[in-house]
């Protein structure tokens, strides 16, 4: 029953997207409804910020900007490995550590892409891992280009430790996220894993919402604090350019209430019981 009632609500949200603006007797012949069911699908999609009635009688129906916002983040997504993989591969180059790329999935990120290091040793994540925002240099600076509501929204939630290092204290995580803006870039050390250290920036779309996020990663005694100015701006210019390339043009950005050059660009899981793997090409941390 449960599934045919989300069935039911996604033929009503299409069936508007198709029609709109559209009256509740032409929808409810539309998706072969009863016009009970029809109305509380509408009410139930309105409630949760996907449609909208008008003010006027008759009421018609219509989409909100949210079903268009996500449909642009769907596109984006979409694309953004293909333009990420070749800028990723020349900043592991010009860096020599491993590159990762993320992109959100709900209140995670997803691990989309992979640039290894030749490095023995070096900082590894399976593509497709889950990386919490909180604990990770690509979920900081993911946030870091979110909306100040939607970084509230993320830090009233569970801000549980992944690694000994992990930062769950929301006060400090928001001075983070106003850190990163003002200097474009995240750095965490040893948040995800212990004995790795990671630097990351996000990647926009050309409203400014965040779509992604690189990063740069390796064993903290290579990831020293004297390399993090270098290291944080080619990882900035590296998500600045992936992400005009995804729109191409000027990047117009949101009011975020950020301050400083990032706007958004003005150049905008269980942890590992241990940060070290085996591997057939020698010790490798994880993280």
């Not at 990120?109 to 240099?137: C, K, M, N, Q, W």
Request: glycine share 8%.
């Amino acid at each position: 029953m449960a599934t045919n009632s989300v069935a039911g609500a996604f033929k009503v949200l299409e069936a508007v997207a198709e029609l709109q603006p559209v009256g509740l007797s032409d929808l409810a012949r539309t998706v072969d409804l009863p016009k009970s069911t029809t109305q509380r699908m509408l009410l139930t999609l309105a409630e949760i910020g996907w449609l909208r009635a008008s003010t006027d009688a008759p009421t018609r129906w219509s989409l909100t900007y949210r079903a268009l916002r996500m449909g642009r983040r769907v596109d984006a997504r979409l694309g953004v490995r293909e333009v990420a993989l070749p800028v990723m591969s020349e900043l592991q180059l010009e860096t020599t550590e491993t590159v990762h790329l993320a992109v959100p999935d709900g209140d995670v990120l997803i691990l989309l892409e992979r640039v290894d290091t030749s490095h023995r040793l070096r900082a590894f994540l399976p593509l497709g891992e889950h990386i919490p925002f909180h604990a990770s240099a690509t979920g900081q600076a993911y946030l870091s280009a979110c909306t100040d509501e939607e970084v509230e929204r993320y830090l009233a939630g569970d801000l549980t430790a992944v690694a000994p290092d992990t930062v769950t204290d929301a006060a400090a995580l928001r001075e983070r996220v106003q850190t990163i803006r003002e200097r474009g870039w995240s750095i965490n050390e040893g948040g995800l894993s212990q004995g790795i250290t990671a630097l990351g920036a996000p990647i926009v779309d050309r409203s400014g919402s965040p779509v992604g996020a690189m990063s740069v990663s390796g064993p903290s005694s290579r990831m020293t604090p004297d390399r993090y100015d270098a290291l944080g701006a080619a990882v900035a210019a590296a998500a600045a350019r992936t992400s005009q390339q995804l729109e191409p043009g000027a990047l117009a950005g949101r009011d975020t209430g950020r301050t400083g050059p990032y706007s958004p660009y003005s150049t905008c899981a269980s942890a590992p019981s241990t940060a070290y793997q085996r591997s057939s090409s020698g010790t490798t941390p994880s993280g």
